[in-house]
């Protein structure tokens, strides 16, 4: 018998604690950071739609999946799988699934770490005033300098990582829990407080044009799968962290109905980070197309020309931090549990190796904004671009679509009907409907859609 949560280890005792850890998990980076240069990118509304299609019709249904085999395996991504094929008596072979979901949790939080780290820098620069009155051009100019010295982005990087690894050094009951408890209700005062401020100073009816009116023949294939990759980042699926959660969970959560409850809540944090900052981007004429630096430009400069923008120029980038923070943990959860299940490695120990190797990958992204800025690995992509468009856009609907195979169409439905035995039989039905048909087919269309349509 494996060492897991079935012999005692650490479940958490309540509900609440799991579904704040998941939605801990699911808001970060990918709601402030990644999901407003998206948006700014690919032209609004049309992504807006394709996400929440995406996120509703196939995140959810996902998540619900890796919940249950997590719940019903009670282990890391690979041991819990092994326990479902073992019970549903397929191959082991699909523990590699477990493997390649946690090695994407790996590859993505590399370059995580990277941003969460501007985002600290950030924090700092808003409080010292040095935008104050800047011009969209100093806080361009600003930004560019940052991102030129290896050294300081190595420095923000590394800080980051260390709070991750004292927080999930703690562990998952612990550090997680807490975290959560903490994150979560903090996230969302500050936020509200944004919100209000941004209605207050901004352009808040060109924000709702620009984000929720829709010309159909602004929908593209390439915006469609960004968007899908963007569904699966932003809920936290196909990287292992719901398996691992789901092994935390109590006895007898109705886990369809707490995923549907993460997920609008995700969606309720992305939406109102979009009404808190496409406001003030439109009223100060800036390019909501400029990229990753979204954030990190039109942010600081409109904060700095507004009254008071100081104050929430500072409590915007240390909500980003916080919010990243419980991301980050949750994303490297899968691997620390794979070597701690594994190799028997103490937690201490597991936590310092993944966080070894996630720092040295990001050596990767933070060159790429420098050094290796022209150096080009594919097309027209350097490192972080590349390493964003196979994590999000390939591996993620890679991992999703053969978890939709392998509990769709593999485990026996006696068992996930247990699993979700706290909801109604109609719920079960749709949701299994959507997993063994509507995702896989969607994945791969969109998938090659996307692809071809490049
Ligand atoms: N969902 C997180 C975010 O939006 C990122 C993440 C991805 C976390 C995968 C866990 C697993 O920032």
Partial sequence: ?????????????????????????????????????????????????????????????????????????????????RWATDRSLLSRNWMVLGLLASFTGLLILSYYAVV??????????????????????????????????????????????????????????????????????????????????????????????????????????????????????TLGVGVGVAITFGAYAPQRIPIGRSVIAVALFDTLISLAVGLAIFPIIFANNTEPSMGPGLLFVSVPYA????????????????????????????????????????WRMPRLFAVLLVAGVVWLLGLGTVLSFNVWHRELWFGNWNFFALLDAITADFLLPLVSLLTAIFVGWRMRVEILRVELYREAGLFFSLWRFLLRFIVPAAIVLIFVAGVLGN
């Fill in 1 to 81: 018998m494996p060492l897991n949560a079935r012999n005692g280890f650490g479940a958490w005792k309540s509900r609440t604690t799991f579904v704040l850890a998941l939605s801990s998990s699911a808001v970060g980076l990918g709601n402030l950071w990644r999901f407003s240069y998206l948006t700014g990118e690919y032209g609004g509304a049309p992504f807006v739609i394709s996400y929440l299609l995406c996120l509703f019709l196939i995140a959810v249904p996902l998540l619900i999946a890796e919940v249950v085999i997590g719940t019903h395996g009670r282990g890391s991504p690979t041991i819990a799988i």
């Fill in 116 to 233: 969460a780290g501007w985002g600290l820098a950030y924090a700092g620069f808003m409080a010292s005033g040095v935008f104050s009155s800047a011009s969209a051009l100093t806080v361009g100019a600003h930004f560019d300098q940052f991102l030129a010295s290896p050294r300081v982005l190595i420095y923000w990087q590394s800080l980051f990582l260390l709070m991750v690894v004292a927080t999930a050094v703690m562990g998952v009951r612990r550090g997680l829990g807490l975290m959560a408890w903490v994150a979560v209700p903090a996230l969302m005062v500050l936020l509200g407080v944004l919100v209000v401020f941004a209605v207050e100073n901004g352009d808040v009816q060109a924000a709702q044009a620009f984000l929720f009116s829709v010309k159909l023949m602004d929908f593209s294939a390439k915006s469609m799968l960004v968007a899908l990759g963007h569904a699966f980042f």
């Fill in 303 to 342: 904060f700095g020309n507004i009254l008071q923008g100081e104050l929430f120029g500072t409590l915007f980038f240390v909500l980003v931090v916080v919010a990243a923070l419980g991301s980050a943990v949750a994303l490297m959860e899968p691997c620390v549990r794979l070597l701690m299940q594994h």
